[in-house]
């Protein structure tokens, strides 16, 4: 590793407002700004993820996951996930809130492939399973869950770091179009309009049921917008929180570093709303658009 990318603590920086429990700064391992010279390292995100897999708020979102994959197998009992997307993640190489994101997505990957119907095993038995995949993928010659990430702001070392996790970089950005195969889109604080894109783009009752989405709460959006303007800018965000289609599993905040995870659900969608909903009397052929302060 560069001399000039050794760990070092890097100060905290709160996306809300309140206090760190105790006052104190997280004991996070960080990366200063390297983004001039290629040095980074693996280590340090299989680092966050040995930090992660050590908490409680880890253990509840596998929970939280177990739970949300039993209640898409109960319309579907032959539900598997086939691809993780990842949109918005932010640049991992110089953003603790992203790389710590990007070691969640990580230990989240190997969940899925090693419990594809969820688990109600021990944690112990669940945790060691993950680190056992997680090993195992740092050698290429095992199969892996197929995550894509994007986002306009990474940089060639970001990339670098993503590909040596095991991860492939979209080269095209979709803006979250991309019609469901199965999906489990990862979108932690994206914008309203990038989730506002994929429902427009699944807008059917079969597209939608396949979309899990673990980012922020639907719900909290709603109550946060002026419904006028919810529903003219987020059409679709809208309809699904209004015909209360939706079913959100609510995690944790992250205590360590509350701008990491809050406000965060894995949110799927529940059938018997969603047959309610007149999806072609609703979609609109073109894609939405949307006045720049919303962008
Ligand atoms: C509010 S930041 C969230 C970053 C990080 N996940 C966090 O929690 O701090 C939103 C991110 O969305 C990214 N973004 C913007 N347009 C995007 C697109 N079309 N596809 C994917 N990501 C996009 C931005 O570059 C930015 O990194």
């Known amino acids: 590793m560069n001399e000039a990318c050794e760990w070092t603590m890097i100060p905290y920086k709160r996306h809300r407002k309140g206090k760190h429990k105790n006052g104190k700064k997280p004991a996070l391992p960080c990366y200063a700004?390297?983004?001039s010279v290629?040095?980074?390292?693996?280590?340090?995100?299989?680092?966050?993820?040995?930090n992660l897999l050590a908490t409680k708020f880890c253990q509840t979102?596998?929970?939280?996951?177990?739970?949300?994959?039993?209640?898409?197998?109960?319309?579907n009992q032959h539900f598997r996930f086939e691809e993780v997307i990842c949109y918005g993640l932010g640049r991992p190489t110089t953003n603790t809130v992203s790389a710590v994101q990007l070691a969640l997505l990580k230990i989240l990957c190997s969940f899925i492939l090693k419990f594809p119907k969820g688990s109600q095993a021990d944690w112990t038995t669940?945790?060691?399973?993950?680190?056992?995949?997680?090993?195992?993928?740092?050698?290429?010659?095992?199969s892996k869950t197929k995550c894509l990430l994007?986002?306009?702001?990474?940089?060639?070392?970001?990339?670098?770091?993503?590909?040596?996790?095991?991860?492939?970089?979209?080269e095209t950005n979709e803006l979250a179009k991309r019609p469901s195969q199965k999906s489990l889109f990862y979108m932690i604080h994206c914008d309203k309009w990038l989730y506002n894109n994929l429902l427009w783009k699944n807008w059917s009752s079969h597209g939608i049921k396949n979309c899990v989405?673990?980012?922020?709460?639907?719900?909290?959006?709603y109550e946060g917008v002026p419904t006028r303007i919810?529903?003219?800018?987020?059409?679709?965000?809208?309809?699904?929180?209004e015909h209360s289609c939706l079913r959100e599993f609510t995690?944790?905040?992250?205590q360590e570093n509350d701008a990491v995870f809050n406000d965060t659900a894995i949110i799927v969608f529940n059938p018997k709303s969603l047959a309610k909903l007149d999806f072609n009397g609703t979609w609109d052929s073109i894609c939405p658009v949307y006045e720049d302060e919303f962008l």
């Open 251 to 254: 995690l944790p905040v992250w």
């Open 126 to 142: 669940i945790k060691d399973e993950i680190e056992k995949d997680i090993i195992a993928s740092k050698d290429n010659s095992t």
């Open 38 to 50: 290629k040095a980074y390292d693996c280590t340090y995100v299989y680092k966050l993820v040995t």
């Open 213 to 221: 989405i673990v980012g922020n709460s639907f719900q909290t959006m």
């Open 61 to 75: 979102v596998i929970e939280k996951m177990s739970e949300a994959i039993k209640f898409q197998r109960q319309t």
């Open 230 to 241: 919810f529903k003219e800018q987020f059409k679709y965000l809208y309809l699904i929180v």
């Open 150 to 170: 994007f986002d306009p702001a990474f940089s060639k070392v970001d990339k670098t770091l993503i590909e040596d996790l095991g991860f492939v970089v979209m």
């Open 33 to 35: 700004d390297c983004d």
